[in-house]
């Protein structure tokens, strides 16, 4: 039957089977996208030591960057899942990627602090629109493996968001800032492939969206539980995201003041805590499709909170093993949560998605600026300690509806 067919058969049981299908062409091509978008966008974090040098500036101006950027990148991104779930427009996609082509471009040229925040506004803004619109695509190309399709589709972004650092390291601390430009070309390689995404989204991805969403409609739990499920999960990513944010935007930082480290060996600690992250989403997805998304959500953020505590005792030796082990196990519950809200929620998937991904980039921006001022206050090694604490509020996973018992 066609993918046409598909809205004539509005029964749960023959929707769930015409999309029981995985497209893994379309889930590896926003993948690839997803690793060239958030490996632009981690050039930013990555080249602040070089900010802080080049133009003086403080823990705090730089978390203020950080905070432009994520704000950017945040509050627009529910908004456009929700436009996108009322009036898909597949077409945004490639579109999206022209403000981090811009971003780049600005902050390649940026001769004083403010024109470095209009970058990162600019940068942000690619995100708020690539996001969500590819998170629903890569609902509407799961199947019957949505965790499975949204760790693929993660993890581009995370292997992307460690190479970023890699790149600095190499590229831009030896030949200076005005390389950023040349790694806006990738935003031009994206748009060519997004835009054959967006075909694929208007002719045939809809259709499975909407036959997708009538079989978990028949399971969705109440109005009241659902809602109080979709808290929880945001509980959840303010606690993870505002610990990556420590890591992300102050660990270089971190180990350059402790250890005495230079800041291409500190990026290359930097890179491989991301390149853990990779590692754990991929595993993330589909552990919750075979061992239930709520399992999966409750290790992922409570397991990391050993190791984050010792991670602030611990000497130059096994600092590395411990962030590894933190961002493997942490990063596992990132593709859980967005699955398991899409299905508290199936007639809002693109709203869900965006307010996810977007409370996330939101709750890594505040983060970043308010440790930011900590560690201008108190150093930089008050910061760790302080969040070595966060991954206990992972006790809050108890309280989330069983939605795999509702299946059953």
């Known amino acids: 039957m066609t993918d046409q067919a598909i809205a004539a058969d509005p029964t749960p049981q023959s929707a769930e089977r015409k999309t029981d299908g995985t497209v893994f062409a379309v889930i590896l091509a926003i993948g690839v996208c997803h690793l060239l978008n958030d490996m632009m966008q981690s050039l930013l974090p990555a080249i602040y030591p070089q900010f802080k040098t080049d133009f003086g500036l403080t823990f705090g101006q730089i978390g203020l960057v950080t905070l432009v950027y994520q704000i950017t990148a945040s509050i627009l991104q529910p908004l456009i899942g929700l436009y996108a779930d009322k009036r898909p427009t597949p077409m945004a996609l490639p579109g999206g990627t022209l403000f981090s082509l811009a971003g780049l471009v600005v902050l390649s040229q940026a001769h004083s602090y403010p024109v470095i925040l209009v970058g990162a506004s600019l940068l942000g803004m690619g995100s708020s629109v690539f996001h969500p619109e590819s998170s629903r695509v890569a609902r509407m190309a799961a199947g019957s493996r949505p965790g499975l399709a949204q760790s693929l589709f993660q993890v581009g972004g995370n292997i992307g968001s460690a190479l970023g650092p890699l790149a600095a390291a190499v590229v831009v601390v030896r030949w200076g800032q005005s390389t950023l430009a040349y790694f806006a070309l990738l935003a031009l390689l994206s748009c060519a492939i997004l835009w054959n995404v967006g075909r694929w989204y208007g002719h045939h991805g809809l259709a499975r969206l909407q036959a997708g969403r009538t079989a978990r409609a ?68 589909p552990l919750g499709d075979r061992i239930g998304r709520k399992q999966v959500i409750w290790f992922s953020i409570l397991g990391a909170l050993p190791f984050a505590l010792l991670l602030p005792h611990a000497s130059l030796f096994w600092t590395g093993p411990l962030t590894v082990m933190i961002g493997l196990i942490l990063a596992s519950a990132f593709p859980a949560i967005v699955v398991f809200g899409q299905e508290l929620a199936p007639g809002n998937v693109g709203m869900i998605s965006g307010m996810f991904f977007g409370f996330s980039f939101g709750m890594g921006g505040i983060g970043a600026a308010v440790l930011g001022r900590l560690a201008d206050a108190h150093g930089i090694a008050f910061v760790y300690q302080l969040c070595a604490f966060l991954p206990a509020i992972g006790l809050l996973a108890a309280f989330l509806p069983n939605m795999d018992r509702a299946k059953a």
């Open 218 to 285: 028949a399971v969705a739990p109440p109005r009241g539980k659902a809602l109080q499920g979709i808290a929880i999960l945001a509980i959840l990513i303010f606690s993870k995201f505002v610990y990556m944010a420590s890591i992300t935007s102050y660990f270089t930082f971190y180990l350059i003041h402790r250890f005495g480290l230079s800041v291409r060996d500190a990026q290359l600690h930097l890179f491989a805590f991301l390149a853990a992250v990779a590692a754990g989403t991929i595993l993330g997805g």
